[in-house]
Structures are given as structure tokens and as C-alpha cells.
């Protein structure tokens, strides 16, 4: 695939504002996606094993009702949040996404699907743990099964997506076309060090879940303790396993003497060393989530490269620049955004550290952040229609 053809596939209207501001925010938002990916992938995983161990240990029968609901509750923050890395990547890099739902179509629906029955099924698994049911450890097996397909399913999008010199082969192999759209070519050693990412981020959630329990006295401090030690020992055989498998990764792809390759390296280890002497894993927690930025980065800064050297350059993209898109844009994410996610995360934290019933109208700044809520919201209804009925009006009449 030339770089004429590849330009000719771009959107003709450009860009709505400057490349590198969505390449900003697909790393960023991509980062938030994996983090919640991991998560629910490493949560489920672990309380398979608990469901067994429940039987006979009480601390394991507390731990793995919590495990189950904080993957849960993150499958639907993954979905949500993977929305914007796709539409950020859609906007400067249109030719790859479109090009990929076309040769691998058929996959794009099974993905679909497969997750729709997978976030179902978790519900189900939730229900049948709570009820102590026989068959909750096959339902939430096939959960984590089919979760673990899908994201099988997206890493080969992305792999597909940055080979632009195969994608004539696979569309028209010996120069038959080809539209079943059943084209599949994953990167196993890629796909490896993704999914093993699942056990450090597990192991620092537990650190966070005990630290974050030690003010609440509806929990012993036995559990408290066990589930501390035990985050810990993940947390570190998980960090070494997936520093281990980027090596083995990024000597794959040629990339083991690269500056980008070298910082994910020593960040790694740093973390490792500090992962055994930092009592405060809200510290750790944020160091890891510098590494997934870094991890996200590097996977741009690979596909930038290639699609560059291809002659594909994003920043030569035609500008046409919607002031009125982008200042809708930030306000929404600024204000309604940025307030609502601290009021519903304020509201967790609260209730997590109270030790009886919290009763949320009393707390003054709880208080405060729902009426801008709801204020900001309503303004932004009126807002948002008001300019779309305008925008409507003015371009048809």
C-alpha cells in the first residue's frame, strides 16, 4: 500500500483541530481504557480461584463477593471509556480504522456480540456467587473466557491496523478478492504482555482496597492484613513477569535499543524495587498508571513511525479547524465531566470510609458538587440543543 493511496483514504473535510492534540488524548484516554481492561480481567480471573477458596476461608469469601463486583463495575468503565480512544485514533488515522472493519468485518460483529454476552454473563456470575450456586464458577469462567476473546479480537484491529503493506495480500490473496471479512493475524508475543499487564494491576487494586479499608471497622484487621500481603506478592511477581515478556516483546519487533523501549524498562524496575519498601500504595498506583501512559505513548509512537516512513504523516493532514465543536468539546469535559466524575467519586470514597450508614445531604461538600451537578447538566442540555437547532436552522433555511 503507497502513500497515494493512503492519503486518497483520508477524509476529504481533514481534521476539526491540530493532529497532535488527538494523539494527546487517544494516549491519555487509551491508558484510562487498559487500565480498567486489566482490572476487570485480573478481578474475575482471581475470584474463580476464590470461589473455591470461600468455601473453607472467610476472608476469601468477602474478598471474592468484592473482587466480582469491582469487575463488574469496571467492564462497564472499559466499555465506556474505550469509546474515545477509538474516535480520537478514527479522526487522524481514518484510512487504518476503516480499511481494518472492512478486511476483518466479520470480527468486528463477533466482538460485539461476544462482549454483549460476556458483560451479561458477569451479571449472572455476580447473582449465582451471591446465592452461593454450584454453577457460579462455570458462569464466571465463561465470562472470563469470552472477555479475554474480545480483547484477543481489538489487539489484532491493531495489529492488522499497521500493515499497510499487507493489507492488498489480505484483501485479495493471489489476486482472488476476498470479502468475508474473516481476516485474522494476531501478535501472540504482543497479546501475551498485554494480558499479563492484568496481574500487577490486580496486585496494587488489593493494596488500594486494604489501605483504603483501614479506617472502616466493619473489617477485620486480619483481613486487612491478608489481603495486603497478599496484593503485594502479585503485585511484584506481576511486574517482573510483564517486564520480562516486554523484553521479549519488543525484542521481536526490533525495537530493544530504542530510548521509548529503555524509559518503559527502568520504570519498571523502579517500580519493582519500590513496590516492596512503599507502605503507601496509592503511591505505587500512580507510578504504574505513568507506565500504562508510557506503554500507550509507545504503542503511538510505533504506529506513527510506521505509517511515516509509509508517507502517511498526520501532521501534513488538511486543517479545517470547528471552534465551535472544540469549545463544546472542552466545556463538556471540563465541567460537566470533571464535576460529575469527582461528585460520584467523592461519593465512594465517603461511603467506603464510613463505618455506619453516610447520609450524603449533611456532608456539605457532597452537597455542594450534586447541585452543580445537576445545574451544570441542565445548562448544558439547554446549551447543547439551543446550538444544535441553531446550527440546523441556519445551514437548511
Not at 43 to 68: E, M, P, V
Request: proline residues 2%; charged residues 10%; hydrophobic residues 50%.
Amino acid at each position: 500500500m503507497d502513500s497515494g493511496i493512503l492519503n486518497l483514504l483520508q477524509d476529504p473535510a481533514g481534521v476539526p483541530f491540530y493532529p497532535v492534540v488527538f494523539q494527546a488524548l487517544y494516549v491519555l484516554t487509551w491508558a484510562l481504557h487498559a487500565l480498567f481492561v486489566f482490572l476487570s480481567l485480573g478481578s474475575l480471573g482471581l475470584s474463580l480461584y476464590g470461589g473455591i477458596r470461600q468455601k473453607s476461608d472467610n476472608n476469601w469469601k468477602i474478598l471474592t463477593a468484592h473482587l466480582i463486583q469491582t469487575g463488574k463495575i469496571s467492564v462497564s468503565l472499559l466499555i465506556v471509556l474505550g469509546v474515545a480512544p477509538l474516535l480520537f485514533t478514527q479522526v487522524i488515522y481514518d484510512p487504518n480504522w476503516y480499511t481494518i472493519n472492512t478486511l476483518s468485518g466479520l470480527w468486528v460483529v463477533i466482538f460485539i456480540y461476544c462482549l454483549l454476552v460476556a458483560y451479561s454473563i458477569f451479571y449472572w456470575y455476580y447473582y449465582a456467587n451471591k446465592k452461593q450456586s454450584f454453577i457460579s464458577g462455570l458462569i464466571g469462567t465463561i465470562s472470563f473466557v469470552l472477555l479475554v476473546i474480545c480483547g484477543l479480537i481489538m489487539h489484532t484491529f491493531a495489529v492488522e491496523a499497521i500493515q499497510p503493506d499487507k493489507w492488498m495480500q489480505w484483501y485479495a490473496p493471489n489476486g482472488v478478492v476476498d470479502t468475508s471479512g474473516t481476516n485474522f493475524h494476531p501478535e501472540t508475543i504482543r497479546y501475551i504482555f498485554f494480558m499479563i499487564l492484568s496481574i500487577p494491576t490486580l496486585g496494587l487494586f488489593l493494596q488500594n482496597y486494604s489501605d483504603f479499608l483501614k479506617s472502616n471497622k466493619n473489617f477485620d484487621e486480619s483481613f486487612i492484613t491478608y489481603t495486603k500481603d497478599l496484593g503485594k506478592k502479585i503485585t511484584t511477581l506481576g511486574l517482573i513477569a510483564t517486564l520480562i515478556s516486554f523484553i521479549v516483546w519488543i525484542y521481536s519487533i526490533d525495537k530493544l535499543i530504542d530510548i521509548f523501549s529503555i524509559v518503559i524498562c527502568i520504570s519498571f524496575l523502579t517500580l519493582i524495587l519500590l513496590a516492596k519498601n512503599l507502605k503507601n500504595s496509592y503511591i505505587s498506583t500512580s507510578i504504574f498508571i505513568v507506565i500504562l501512559l508510557l506503554i500507550s505513548g509507545f504503542r503511538e509512537y510505533i504506529r506513527y513511525n510506521i505509517m511515516n516512513n509509509l508517507g502517511y504523516d498526520i501532521y501534513s493532514y488538511t486543517l479545517n479547524i470547528e471552534w465551535a465543536s472544540i469549545i463544546m468539546f472542552l466545556l463538556t469535559f471540563l465541567s460537566l465531566g470533571g464535576i460529575g466524575v469527582t461528585f460520584i467519586a467523592t461519593i465512594a470514597w465517603k461511603v467506603g470510609k464510613s463505618s455506619g450508614y453516610f447520609d450524603a445531604s449533611k456532608d456539605k461538600a457532597v452537597t455542594t458538587m450534586a447541585n452543580a451537578v445537576l445545574w451544570i447538566l441542565s445548562i448544558w442540555c439547554i446549551v447543547y440543543f439551543a446550538w444544535g437547532f441553531y446550527t440546523l436552522f441556519k445551514n437548511s433555511l
